[in-house]
């Protein structure tokens, strides 16, 4: 994949799961537009994608990555579905460090509330079937969690249509450095032997907050949710 094409094919990004230290997200900056994923690529999107029966969602980790989609879709009808995936600017929140390390080597993030604070992050619209091959690899200890509150704090560009709701994957706790949360910074890479995961502080989800209930069997989310997008 050239430096300034975004179309192309994600198994020339590293996997993660060989690479841990280059969680989230081991693309350039020049390649971190607004794409679409579908098996294995990447092309461009200009304008608003069609997200007609989609479930919106806030990526702050490695579900933005696409070698990382590609990596949890593989061999799935979900990964024949595309994913359109946009920039974002999220006020009052950011992501955070788990204090756990996860059993690819990597320690993962979760969102949080942040008075004042200024998050660049990814939105992206899922089917519901790719909703469920994703939760499936999320741990037991994140909700699916969300509405019209998280919407509002929401910046899209002008000419895509903003969601009535939105959801992200929540984790219960988070890291604690230095007497306060240990934030992630996308300009400084850190990997999960630099991060002391033994001190965490609860991150309970805010009030009024929908919770998408999920089946302890599969981690699936419960079937017949009346989307609100």
């Not at 994600?10 to 969680?23: E, I, K, M």
């Not at 992501?95 to 990597?106: E, F, H, L, S």
Request: charged share 20%; net charge neutral.
């Amino acid at each position: 994949m050239g430096a300034t094409d975004l179309t192309g094919f994600t198994r020339s990004w590293p996997s993660l799961a060989d690479l841990p230290a280059l969680y989230p997200d081991a693309r350039n900056r020049i390649n971190r537009g607004p794409l679409v994923y579908r098996h294995g690529q990447t092309r461009p999107l200009r304008g608003q994608p069609d997200t007609a029966g989609r479930i919106p969602l806030l990526a702050v980790g490695s579900n933005a990555y696409p070698r990382q989609l590609a990596d949890k879709l593989a061999g799935s009808d979900a990964d024949l579905q595309g994913i359109p995936l946009l920039p974002a600017i999220l006020r009052g929140y950011d992501a955070a460090w788990c204090p756990i390390v996860g059993r690819k080597g990597y320690t993962p993030l979760t969102l949080a509330e942040q008075p004042g604070a200024v998050c660049l992050t990814w939105l992206q619209w899922l089917t519901v079937e790719q909703l469920q091959v994703i939760a499936a690899t999320e741990g037991p200890r994140y909700a699916l969690t969300g509405g019209a509150e998280l919407a509002g704090a929401l910046q899209l560009a002008d000419q895509i249509r903003r969601p009535r709701e939105v959801y992200a994957w929540w984790f219960d706790s988070y890291l604690l450095e230095s007497g306060g949360a240990a934030w992630f910074d996308v300009y400084r890479r850190r990997s999960a032997a630099t991060l002391d995961v033994s001190a965490s502080h609860p991150n309970p989800i805010p009030p009024g907050w929908t919770v998408l209930p999920r089946s302890a069997e599969l981690a699936r989310i419960v079937d017949n949710i009346a989307w609100n997008m």
